[in-house]
């Protein structure tokens, strides 16, 4: 589990109900989901577990500030009192593109089951616009309970949505609203495009994968072949667990993983030497910090033969990729 994660569940459960309340008002759905699950789990906690969670909250908390906090009240007011009521709407409408989106937001709390049966026979042009709206796995697990007809219609609209009318998102979010009797309407920035179709493909599990990418390739070939390249990223090797990195190190050679960490982050370099011997992450440290400058098109195309290592290392079976939907998936 999440440490951070347990330690939030720690924590809320320490505080009581009500104050634990409403603290997740300010959660997203997926948030709420995954700590109120780790507070089934906890049990036999120690004072000393509990003490330790509070330190660390004490510590993280006196180094923020209130700057930033409720920003957007802040804003509107001086905006208004600078630019006068019209003027400042006219701006507020181009810089604030995050106002709630109550009918669409509302289907996150949703199972996708409930999600699925009332947007289900709707126009695939509408299900695209409300599928990018919600998180990746559940945007996927939506689209397994679509025909497959529907869902490959969805995914290719949705590989190629980049952009919608506010007034159109905002009459869709009406129409939503009335359906669950939500509230105040607004208007969001819409995502989209490959990344997006790439993100929930990720959960899609490898059989359906395949058979969806089939079909947007038959329609489109450099369509598909720019949505795997969002597929795969080399960052996504931060979701395999220890054991899978460790299977991964066997298969790839000393020179391509120093080539391809240059382009990485630190966190996944960390991740990567926790998972050798000390002696071979204290020379992979030394040459990584002697290399010199290197090609991006060279430490992308090392970092691509890896990632052809980690997708046949997951479509065997031996590792599980963190997004990828495959419930028999083990390692």
Do not use: C
Not at 33 to 49: E, F, H, P, R
Not at 278 to 302: I, Q, T, Y
């Amino acid at each position: 589990m999440n440490e951070g994660i347990q330690n939030s569940a720690i924590f809320l459960m320490s505080l009581g109900e009500n104050e634990a309340a409403e603290v997740l008002k300010y959660l997203e759905p997926k948030e709420v989901q995954k700590i109120s699950s780790a507070m089934v789990t906890l049990s036999n906690l120690s004072k000393d577990q509990i003490a330790k969670v509070f330190h660390d909250f004490l510590v993280t908390a006196s180094t923020k500030t209130t700057i930033g906090l409720d920003s957007n009240s802040y804003i509107r007011n001086m905006l208004t009192k600078a630019l006068g009521d019209d003027k400042a709407a006219g701006l507020l409408d181009r810089i604030m593109h995050n106002s709630d989106t109550s009918g669409i937001e509302s289907l996150k709390w949703m199972d996708p089951g409930a999600v699925a049966e009332m947007i289900g026979n709707e126009h695939p042009q509408i299900i695209a616009t409300i599928l990018v709206h919600l998180e990746a796995d559940q945007a996927a697990s939506v689209m397994k309970m679509f025909t497959e007809r529907t869902r490959n219609d969805v995914l290719l609209r949705i590989s190629t949505l980049d952009g919608v009318q506010p007034v159109a998102l905002r009459e869709l979010n009406d129409v939503l609203s009335k359906l669950m009797s939500g509230g105040q309407t607004g208007k969001k920035t819409l995502k989209g495009g490959v990344a997006t179709a790439a993100e929930i493909l990720n959960f899609m599990g490898s059989a359906m994968e395949a058979e969806m990418m089939e079909k947007v390739r038959s329609f489109d070939p450099d369509l598909a072949q720019k949505i795997e390249d969002k597929m795969f990223v080399f960052e996504n090797i931060l979701d395999v667990d220890d054991r899978g990195i460790q299977l991964i190190l066997r298969e790839v050679q000393s020179e391509a993983l120093i080539v391809a960490l240059k382009g990485s982050s630190e966190e996944l370099r960390e991740k990567i030497f926790r998972n050798m011997s000390s002696r071979a992450a204290e020379m992979m440290r030394e040459d990584l910090e002697s290399k010199g400058p290197v090609k991006l098109s060279e430490v992308e195309s090392n970092q691509k033969e890896i990632l052809k290592i980690v997708k046949r290392l997951s479509d065997d079976g031996q590792i599980a990729l963190g997004g990828k939907g495959d419930e028999d998936a083990y390692v």
